[in-house]
């Protein structure tokens, strides 16, 4: 095991870490702090691995990450919802956030033994850390995404299990084209700028952000059937 | 190709916005039926070599989606113009709906799983705004919903792309493309490949609205504008499932994957749940939304079910003719709000009479999506029953058919109350209903009865090329 070996499990497990912290943040600043903390591991890992495999290809990823995700994104959102990040509010949860804690480490170990027979089939350049801890952050991410209640951290929740993805994928899919990758991350732009402006939309013509709260698309809600039985 | 300028030419004025949408989605109507029977007559058609190319399966695909395109946004014409919305939010409109449809069209195009995968993500943000479009409370509801599953649906497929791609090179590489990796899948490991497989049906199903993962879809789908819920429900879907069929050449190849087992299971879940879901609605879109889960089931079913070509072929048939007849469906139910001004079933009663289009219209589409004798679905269905019994799977075509006949009770009751029911209020008075809307209605519904009695050769041909497509 070499020294680039190690400071890639220390990146990974700083990574996960970081998807701990999103499951857990108080406020929607931390959560975006945490995602770009996260973002820039991401990018770390792909030096390293780059430096370790000598793949050019692999600094072309960690460019491409920095670039969009701790730059461009946290930019983007600022702008456009400036004032949902920076009101200094609780954002609460379904669960408390020790249970929340309790679940999420549960399902990071899931995703350890989940991806123990991945690990057997792929040939030993490819294995590593990095493939159950981006399993491990896609699991979080989801139970994040089923807890939260606001829309901003569920934003950061999705882009979050997007570094995930990544993050196995700089370890299992190491020679994807960068045209790919470049193209991935111009999406990941145009995400965040129309999920910006959806939130907006939702808080001019609702007047919060708490998507939690947007249960009138039911099958059988009561007051449906009280409108139903009026305008009968 | 030429969507691009159409949807730069979608931003200007809102006049020339309109007329940009009709003559581009008309335009390329034309280009997909030439490249169609090119396909038909030279087996594929190859614009660039490893990214750009189009075979049987992605033509019946381009096909079907340049059709809807070009009737909805024929319909859309009338009925913005009925809606009468104010000129910067149909520019908004004309502008994503253009770019909707150009990255759809991209997604059987692309040969590439990975930029396919981009494509996909791109079609979610695209129609979000449209979605949204009334900016509604539901609206934007659905909206929300509809961007957040999606999304999460994408970075779990994301995570299967990968994994696939890392398969493909435990199996000795090769260029990443759909051909390519039918063609290194029996060197692959069938665990990683396995993996890769369940991630992607998970993800995309998602955008497909298989069961666990449907909630978002009766939303999205029951509150959009009607002709985007046409172009949604009778396309997106259909595009998408393209993506996951993509996959069984591949899965069959390599031994011991068990996705045949998957999609049947996936796909029987996603018929029964959507027919005793289909009995109890509330709302006339909301039901064409659930017959779309429904249809989505079978599909997938069916490829399933393909190891002979009967089956597949029947798949496709099924695919071709659940689009037309549930964006005609779209289209009857978005006529019928205009006429009645409410999408609940229970306030609208003896729509025959007030507006006779709108009642015989919605009476038709529902007997078609339903399967009734005459209409087209019923004879994709028939040929799936067949074929599935030729292959000796009784008990899930047994299953099959009662889901389906509890999802034609369901649809037919509710539609039989709107349409001929009695009503005790005094109507809204008629209301005129734009030309442009009824044209396109004309049009699908002229096709849907068309396919019941009639199959062109050429599109015959095609069905058979993308059938063998599927397999290997």
């Known amino acids: ?232 | 190709m030429p969507l691009i300028a159409a949807a730069l030419s979608g931003l200007p004025w809102p006049r020339l916005g309109l007329a940009a949408t009709l003559a581009s989605s008309l335009g390329t109507l034309a280009l997909t039926v030439h490249v169609a029977l090119r396909v038909v007559s030279q087996g594929a058609v190859v614009a660039i070599p490893r990214w750009i190319a189009v075979d049987g399966l992605s033509g019946v695909v381009l096909l079907l989606i340049a059709f809807v395109s070009a009737t909805s946004a024929l319909f859309s014409w009338g009925y913005l113009a009925a809606n009468a919305h104010e000129t910067a939010s149909m520019r908004i409109y004309y502008a994503n709906y253009n770019l909707f449809i150009f990255s759809m069209l991209a997604i059987p195009m692309f040969r590439e799983p990975t930029l396919v995968w981009i494509i996909v993500e791109l079609t979610t943000v695209c129609s979000a705004l449209l979605v949204s479009f009334d900016n509604t409370h539901e609206a934007l509801e659905a909206a929300w919903k509809y961007v957040v599953l999606s999304l999460m649906g994408a970075a779990i497929a994301l995570l299967g792309f990968l994994v696939l791609f890392a398969s493909m090179q435990a199996g000795g590489g090769g260029a990443y493309t759909w051909d390519g990796l039918a063609a290194a899948a029996p060197k692959m490991p069938p665990i990683l490949l396995q993996t890769a497989f369940v991630l992607i049906l998970v993800g995309l199903g998602t955008k497909v609205g298989l069961v666990p993962m449907h909630t978002w879809l009766p939303d999205a789908h029951s509150q959009a504008p009607s002709p985007v819920c046409a172009l949604l429900s009778g396309v997106e879907t259909t595009a998408v499932l393209y993506v996951i069929l993509r996959l069984f050449p591949v899965l069959q190849a390599a031994p011991g994957s068990h996705a045949e087992t998957w999609a049947i299971v996936f796909g029987l879940l996603s018929v029964g749940v959507a027919a005793f879901l289909l009995l109890q609605v509330r709302d006339y879109k909301r039901m064409f939304a659930f017959s779309t889960v429904e249809h989505m089931g079978i599909i997938l079913l069916a490829a399933g079910l393909g190891s002979s070509s009967a089956v597949r072929y029947s798949a496709l048939y099924q695919a071709l003719t659940h689009t037309l007849t549930k964006s005609f469906c779209f289209f009857a139910a978005g006529v019928a709000l205009l006429a009645v001004g409410t999408r609940e079933i229970a306030s609208v009663r003896g729509l025959i009479r007030t507006s006779p289009v709108a009642g015989v219209s919605l009476l038709f589409g529902g007997l078609a999506i339903a399967g009734a004798p005459p209409f087209a679905v019923f004879l994709s269905e028939f040929s799936i029953f067949r074929a599935g019994l030729a292959e000796g799977r009784y008990l899930v075509i047994a299953l099959l058919v009662l889901f389906i006949g509890i999802g034609f009770f369901g649809i037919l009751f509710h539609v039989n109350r709107m349409v001929f029911g009695s009503s005790e209020r005094p109507s809204r008075g008629r209301v005129r209903l734009p030309a442009s809307c009824l044209a396109a209605l004309g049009i699908t519904g002229l096709l849907v009865l068309a396919f019941g009695v009639y199959m062109p050769e050429p599109l015959h041909k095609l069905l058979a090329l993308g059938a063998t497509t599927l397999a290997r």
């Open chain 1, 1 to 232: 095991m070499t020294t680039l070996d190690s400071l890639n499990m220390l990146a990974g497990g700083l990574f996960l870490l970081t998807a701990f912290g999103i499951v857990a943040a108080r406020q929607a600043r931390s959560s975006l702090g945490l995602f770009i903390a996260q973002s820039l591991l991401l990018a770390a890992s792909a030096l390293l691995l780059g430096l370790r495999y000598n793949s050019s290809h692999l600094y072309g990823v960690a460019v491409v990450n920095v670039v969009a995700k701790v730059i461009l994104i946290p930019w983007i959102l600022r702008r456009t919802l400036h004032q949902e990040i920076y009101t200094r509010r609780e954002i609460d949860q379904v669960l408390n956030i020790p249970t929340s804690l309790l679940i999420a480490l549960t399902l990071a170990i899931v995703a350890y033994f989940l991806t123990v027979p991945l690990q057997r089939a792929i040939e030993a350049q490819f294995r590593g850390p990095n493939i159950a801890i981006g399993f491990a952050v896609i699991l979080l991410g989801t139970y994040t995404l089923a807890v939260r209640r606001e829309a901003v951290p569920l934003l950061i929740a999705l882009l979050a299990m997007e570094n995930g993805a990544f993050f196995a994928g700089i370890s299992l899919a190491r020679t994807l084209p960068l045209l790919v990758e470049l193209a991935i991350a111009t999406d990941g732009l145009i995400v965040v700028f129309i999920a910006g402006v959806l939130i907006r939309a939702v808080h001019k013509h609702i007047g919060t952000t708490e998507v939690g709260a947007l249960t009138r698309l039911r099958e059988l809600t009561p007051d449906v059937q009280e409108e139903g039985s009026v305008r009968n």
